[in-house]
Structures are given as C-alpha cells and as structure tokens.
Nanobody
C-alpha cells in the first residue's frame, strides 16, 4: 500500500520561506519520480514541481527561481523548499506519485501567505 504523508505547511508572511516534506512508504521515493501539486480555493489543482527518479527537476513558471524540489532517498522523503513566498502561493499542497499507472496523493498540507 502506497502512502504519502505531507507536513510543514503553515502561515507565513509575504517574502518568507517554508519547507514542505512528503514521507513515502517503503522505497517509493527513491524509485519513482515524485511531484508536488497545489490547489488554491476556487481553482484547479496545478503541477508545481517534479523530480524524476534520476534527479532531474522541473517547475511551473510561477515558482521558478523561488521553489526547489529535492529528495533524501535514505529518509524516503521528498521536499519542497519555498522561498520569497507570495500571497498567490496560498493553497493546499499535495505530494504525488505515479506507480505503474496508478496515481497516489497525500492528504495535503495548507500553506497560507498573508500579512
């Protein structure tokens, strides 16, 4: 059973930073590409960042230069470092993995950027 558990969300002022964590079950993080998505109120869920099994990364244009995705295979954890946060980054952030055509999501963690 694949499980993804996010943590690290919270309330932060504009310009601040947060680091989200996603702990995966077994060795899933070290084997498969992982991604972070987000969903703001009244909007569709959107892809934020991807890290492949080989470590290549890709980002949505809206977060390039501010967010960094990484992973620690020994801890079976993928991270999303978010810097220079803006109010428009406010959303629920979800960890995602596709295993053999089956998609799995974490429960989400709320990020609120507000003064």
């Amino acid at each position: 059973q694949v499980q993804l558990v996010e943590s690290g969300g919270g309330l932060v002022q504009p310009g601040g930073s947060l680091r989200l964590s996603c702990a995966g079950s077994g060795s899933i993080v070290s084997i498969y590409g992982m991604a972070w998505h987000r969903q703001a109120p009244g909007k569709q869920r959107e892809l934020v960042a991807v890290i492949t099994s080989r470590g290549s990364t890709n980002y949505a244009d809206s977060v390039k230069g501010r967010f960094t995705i990484s992973r620690d295979n020994a801890k079976n954890t993928v991270y999303l470092q978010m810097d220079s946060l803006k109010p428009e980054d406010t959303a629920i952030y979800y960890c995602y993995v596709n295993v053999g055509g089956f998609t799995y999501w974490g429960q989400g963690t709320q990020v609120t950027v507000s003064s």
